[in-house]
């Protein structure tokens, strides 16, 4: 008998290489795997928030669903991560996201510089879609 394993889930960090990992509150419920910004209060929200995009938003084994308001969220500002996929994908392209924090090519969302995808999009066996994005957010 053989069990499918997933090759990653949302929200998690790609390899054990150099990154950086801040931590912010959660102004509202947020997904594991999303693009996070700040909003005016310095808490951060699922998409590019008021404040601009801050990084993304990695898994914690301590919920199940993503951080509910108040929690403290672990944020990559820089890295490789396995993040939720809304759209098309190019191996090496630029990264927009949705509102909702979700990746995508360069097209109808909101730019999010120092960002590349590293891989195309993959489903999962829950049906995510994901992809690997590396960034660099030195504003965070």
Do not use: C
Not at 108 to 118: D, E, H, L, M
Request: glycine share 12%; charged share 15%.
């Amino acid at each position: 008998m053989s069990y499918p394993m997933d090759k990653a889930f949302a929200g998690l960090k790609a390899d054990a290489g150099f990154d950086r990992v801040e931590s912010f509150p959660a102004g509202a419920a947020v997904p594991f795997g999303v693009a996070v910004g700040k909003n005016v209060d310095g808490a951060v929200v699922a998409g590019a928030g008021t404040a601009g995009i801050v990084g993304v938003a990695l898994h914690t084994h301590t919920r199940t669903d993503g951080y509910v308001q108040y929690d403290d969220v672990s944020v990559l500002t820089r890295g490789l991560a396995w993040v939720v996929v809304d759209g098309t994908v190019t191996d090496g392209g630029a990264v927009d996201i949705t509102a909702a924090g979700a990746f995508q090519d360069t097209a109808s969302g909101t730019a999010y510089p120092n960002a590349v995808f590293r891989s195309g999009k993959e489903t999962m066996n829950d049906n995510t879609t994901l992809a690997l994005v590396e960034l660099h957010s030195p504003l965070a």
